[in-house]
């Protein structure tokens, strides 16, 4: 890889990624489908209570956050899992490679248009529903919402450079596709569980509470927990909705390690599908 990167390349490959995306109206389907279920949630979450419509913001954004833990990911995943093995089985990467271009260019130009689509998406099946909340509550109230909103972005941004990775690694779009499956079912129903497990493997009290202090710390390892941590409103909130989430230290319950984290997992990942490439 070389040591620096031409933005001109970079920008024109990721246009050309972006226009991909856009052409195949993936784009306006995904933000289609969240801005369904986002009015849906925010409108009838509260129809077993008798109420209709949103009766809080803190209600809206704790609904939408489980729809997000569970849509964005997979979304992300099934978004970048072909985008270097797909182009290696249809042949165009030995074109792409000939051009006058590095790796890292072409790496970096792919993600940042599957970026460029994924948050196009994201951001804009939330919109409608920012309208409604404002309406309601007022611009001047909306800035949990915005920040969950970015939240869900990085989120997606964390499993697309995850995506990235396994389709530099995979040898066909068959082994990619698998491993984008298992990659969603370990973080989004394996980990929390296999966590719950060794907290209840922890016999006597004294070994608990030890358990628990660096089991909390593993949440780390997974994006969809820092996710739904960001989100939270306050640490006895986020203590209260039982699980793992009961034992979150206070230093997590800031939103400026937890983003950080969410950062780490952008630009980790996307660093060893750099190498990888090479």
Do not use: C
């Not at 970079?10 to 972006?18: D, I």
């Not at 309601?136 to 941004?157: I, K």
């Not at 499993?159 to 989004?188: C, H, M, Y």
Request: aromatic share 12%; proline share 3%; charged share 15%.
């Amino acid at each position: 890889m070389g040591d620096w990167f031409d933005a001109r390349q970079v920008a024109t490959l990721a246009g050309r990624e972006f226009r991909d995306r856009m052409r195949n109206r993936w784009v306006l389907a995904v933000a289609a489908v969240f801005t369904a279920l986002s009015l849906a949630i925010g409108y009838f979450g509260g129809a077993e209570q008798g109420v209709l419509g949103p009766r809080s913001l803190e209600f809206v954004i704790t609904s939408l956050a489980s729809l997000v833990i569970y849509l964005v990911p997979m979304i992300a995943l099934l978004l970048g899992f072909d985008a270097v093995v797909g182009e290696r089985e249809r042949g165009s990467l030995d074109l792409l490679l000939s051009l006058p271009l590095t790796r890292g260019e072409l790496l970096l130009g792919k993600y940042l248009g599957l970026a460029a689509a994924l948050v196009l998406a994201t951001a804009g099946g939330f919109a409608l529903m920012a309208l409604l909340l404002a309406r309601q509550f007022g611009w001047a109230g909306l800035y949990h919402y915005f920040g969950f909103v970015a939240s869900a972005v990085l989120l997606g941004l964390a499993f697309l450079s995850l995506a990235l990775w396994l389709s530099v690694l995979s040898r066909d779009r068959a082994q990619a596709s698998g491993l984008a499956i298992g990659l969603w079912f370990f973080f989004v129903l394996v980990f929390d569980l296999l966590l719950l497990g060794m907290l209840v493997a922890g016999s006597g009290a004294d070994a608990q509470h030890a358990a628990t202090d660096w089991i909390a710390w593993l949440l780390l390892l997974n994006p969809a927990d820092l996710f739904r941590i960001v989100n939270a409103f306050s640490l006895d909130q986020l203590r209260s909705a039982g699980g793992v989430a009961s034992i979150v230290p206070p230093a997590l319950a800031s939103p400026w390690p937890t983003g950080a984290a969410l950062l780490a997992w952008i630009a980790v990942p996307l660093g060893l599908a750099a190498r990888s490439f090479r």
